[in-house]
């Protein structure tokens, strides 16, 4: 049973453009949720959070938007560089808890 | 940021053999480590929460006499595969927790496990 899920495997933007990934969860205790990046060999490095009582995050480029009632969130990137390349997962915590779950990942590809 | 690191980065053994992974945080100390297991085209899947001193918790599924964890100390925990399997080749990767209350896991490099 996949509580994180991310339906898209990958995405391809134009440099410049924004990047939208994709994320929604089953578990309605979730209340805190993470973005990670990850290159290849090199583990997974956070990005970006939102708790539960937001419904937006903004750091720079990035943007996490959170829809509860549709347990549903998002990670915006603009503009898209092509430095951004790299898998991107989605997961989430709940109640203070440290376990952290995740989903499958997106992998994203910004073209120059 | 804070510096995890893994070793070795990859592995290649026989079955029936263990396997020892160290993870280490070099420039903080984790009370708590996270180890996990990434499968091809699935997600990181958290095998078990390490803590200093005391013994680990797993998650259901997961072996604890298979998968043997020890935090000996604020900067190393350490993932003994047992008698390892082809099945139990895999990514595996670890995380410290820094600052709970920041909810932040710092990630190693992962290692690469091959069990011929």
């Known amino acids: 049973d996949q509580q994180v899920k991310q339906n898209s495997p990958s995405l391809s933007v134009q440099e410049g453009r924004i990047s939208i990934l994709n994320c929604d969860y089953t578990?309605?205790?979730?209340?805190?949720f993470l973005w990670y990046k990850k290159y290849p060999a090199e583990g997974p490095t956070f990005l970006i959070s939102?708790?539960?009582?937001?419904d937006k995050n903004e750091d720079g480029r990035f943007t996490v938007f959170l829809n509860k009632s549709a347990k549903h969130l998002s990670l915006h990137i603009v503009p898209s560089q092509p430095g951004d390349s790299a898998v991107y997962f989605c997961?989430?915590?709940?109640?203070?808890?440290?376990?952290?779950?995740f989903g499958i990942g997106t992998k994203l590809q910004v073209i120059p | 940021g804070a510096v995890v690191s893994q070793h070795p980065s990859r592995v290649i053994c026989k079955s029936g053999t263990s396997v020892k992974i160290e993870c280490r945080s070099l420039?903080?100390?984790?009370?708590?480590m996270f180890w996990y297991r990434q499968f091809p085209k699935q997600s990181l899947m958290l095998m078990a929460t390490?803590?200093?001193?005391?013994?680990?918790?797993?998650e259901q599924g997961v072996e604890k006499d298979k998968f043997l964890i020890n935090h000996a100390s604020l900067t190393l925990s350490t993932l003994t595969v047992t008698s390892a399997h082809p099945e139990d080749s895999s990514f595996y990767i670890c995380?410290?927790?820094?600052?709970?209350?920041?909810?932040?896991?710092?990630f190693g490099p992962g290692t690469r496990l091959t069990v011929l």
């Open positions: 939102i708790s539960s009582i937001k």
């Open positions: 420039d903080f100390q984790a009370t708590t």
């Open positions: 997961a989430a915590r709940s109640g203070g808890y440290q376990k952290v779950t």
């Open positions: 995380s410290a927790d820094r600052d709970s209350a920041n909810n932040e896991q710092f």
């Open positions: 390490s803590n200093e001193g005391s013994k680990a918790t797993y």
């Open positions: 578990n309605s205790m979730f209340d805190y």
